[in-house]
């Protein structure tokens, strides 16, 4: 777990192909973005950008992709995925087919390390304050 508030919490997804995959995933029951009062979609929203942002900063990536399918799980969460040129399946979706193998682990390419990355996810979901609670 890398944050968690009484709305929503973040966990870094395991994957070694992508390592800098992070979920938000909303505490309460939902199926969809749109059964979320405005307070509490824009609670969310701010949440998700603040781990695009810390992504972006950190990482440099070539692009983050955003996404909210539950089509498995019907259940209110955002996928925050750093991009990279170099990845395993870029320009495909994660969930689409790999296009290389990749010399070395992906981990061992980003600029930091996933405690250090991890950190800063946290320490900015923590900046946006008791307000979303």
Same mark, same amino acid.
């Given at each position: 777990?890398? !944050?968690?508030?009484?709305?929503?919490?973040?966990?870094?997804? @395991? !994957?070694? #192909?992508?390592?800098?995959?992070?979920? =938000?995933? /909303?505490?309460?029951?939902?199926?969809? &973005? $749109?059964? +979320?009062? @405005?307070?509490?979609? *824009?609670?969310?929203?701010?949440?998700? %950008?603040?781990?695009?942002?810390? =992504?972006?900063?950190? =990482?440099?990536? %070539?692009?983050? #992709?955003?996404?909210? +399918?539950? #089509?498995?799980?019907?259940? +209110?969460? /955002?996928?925050?995925?750093?991009? &990279?040129?170099? !990845?395993?399946? &870029?320009? #495909?979706?994660? /969930?689409?087919?790999? +296009?290389?193998?990749?010399?070395?682990?992906?981990?061992?390419?980003?600029?930091? $390390?996933?405690? @250090?990355? !991890?950190?800063?996810?946290?320490?900015? *979901?923590?900046? =946006?304050?008791?307000? *979303?609670?």
């Amino acid at each position: 777990m890398i !944050d968690q508030t009484s709305l929503w919490r973040v966990v870094r997804v @395991e !994957d070694a #192909n992508f390592p800098a995959f992070y979920r =938000l995933i /909303w505490q309460s029951h939902v199926a969809e &973005f $749109s059964d +979320l009062s @405005e307070a509490e979609a *824009l609670a969310c929203m701010r949440a998700v %950008t603040a781990i695009e942002k810390v =992504l972006l900063s950190a =990482l440099r990536p %070539t692009k983050i #992709n955003l996404a909210t +399918l539950g #089509n498995v799980v019907p259940h +209110l969460h /955002w996928h925050v995925i750093a991009r &990279f040129d170099w !990845d395993s399946h &870029f320009p #495909n979706p994660v /969930w689409g087919a790999a +296009l290389r193998e990749l010399a070395q682990p992906a981990q061992a390419r980003l600029a930091l $390390s996933l405690q @250090e990355l !991890d950190a800063r996810v946290a320490a900015a *979901l923590q900046k =946006l304050g008791a307000g *979303l609670n």
